[in-house]
T-cell receptor
Framework: DTEVTQTPKHLVMGMTNKKSLKCEQHMGHRAMYWYKQKAKKPPELMFVYSYEKLSINESVPSRFSPECPNSSLLNLHLHALQPEDSALYLC????????????FGSGTRLTVV | SQELEQSPQSLIVQEGKNLTINCTSSKTLYGLYWYKQKYGEGLIFLMMLQKGGEEKSHEKITAKLDEKKQQSSLHITASQPSHAGIYLCGAERKGGGADGLTFGKGTHLIIQP
């Protein structure tokens, strides 16, 4: 299995809702990432998990809460989002260490209404 | 922080013609990645370059890394409609690995029949 699987593919949520995005990989990668991509912009790093521990938080608002329950699974919990949080959320994974390659999922298109 | 500048921002090429996309870094490149993205979809890995002077090819796409110039180029020969999309260069954020990628703003490639 050489894929990163993200669910759901599309999500519409209200500003008072709580929802979660899910990311799964079975390549044995021990680093996993969340990126946010606004329209016509490049992906921007949000969080990095290394060996199931949060190693990088790029000053992301607390309404985004990441979780890494095990080495194959990465979640992003969403609560009280704003319309400007609407974006494509991409998950990626990689082996640890430089130059080992990053595999991206197909993303979750999030719309906050 | 590292910045990647891609040029051109957009490119319209007649089918069958060759084209080149450039990516210049503000800092030393430890690892340079090229991805392709269709609008609203995930990132498709094309190539990874690590060493100065390194050149890799896959089908009609060739990428080169000039470490001294902190620059990489992506060359497509005899372009086809399937080459259309957004091309993103990404650089390892730090030297140690598992820190994610910083991306350029992308080059939007349109292939005209």
């Amino acid at each position: 299995d050489t894929e990163v699987t993200q669910t759901p593919k599309h999500l519409v949520m209200g500003m008072t809702n709580k929802k979660s995005l899910k990311c799964e990989q079975h390549m044995g990668h021990r680093a996993m990432y969340w990126y946010k991509q606004k329209a016509k912009k490049p992906p921007e790093l949000m969080f990095v998990y290394s060996y199931e521990k949060l190693s990088i938080n790029e000053s992301v608002p607390s309404r985004f809460s990441p979780e890494c329950p095990n080495s194959s699974l990465l979640n992003l919990h969403l609560h009280a989002l704003q319309p400007e949080d609407s974006a494509l959320y991409l998950c990626a994974s990689s082996p640890t260490g430089r130059g080992r390659g990053y595999t991206f999922g197909s993303g979750t298109r999030l719309t906050v209404v | 922080s590292q910045e990647l500048e891609q040029s051109p921002q957009s490119l319209i090429v007649q089918e069958g013609k060759n084209l080149t996309i450039n990516c210049t870094s503000s800092k030393t490149l430890y690892g340079l990645y090229w991805y392709k993205q269709k609008y609203g979809e995930g990132l498709i890995f094309l190539m990874m370059l690590q060493k100065g002077g390194e050149e890799k090819s896959h089908e009609k796409i060739t990428a080169k890394l000039d470490e001294k110039k902190q620059q990489s180029s992506l060359h497509i020969t005899a372009s086809q409609p399937s080459h259309a999309g957004i091309y993103l260069c990404g650089a390892e954020r730090k030297g140690g690995g598992a820190d994610g990628l910083t991306f350029g703003k992308g080059t939007h490639l349109i292939i005209q029949p």
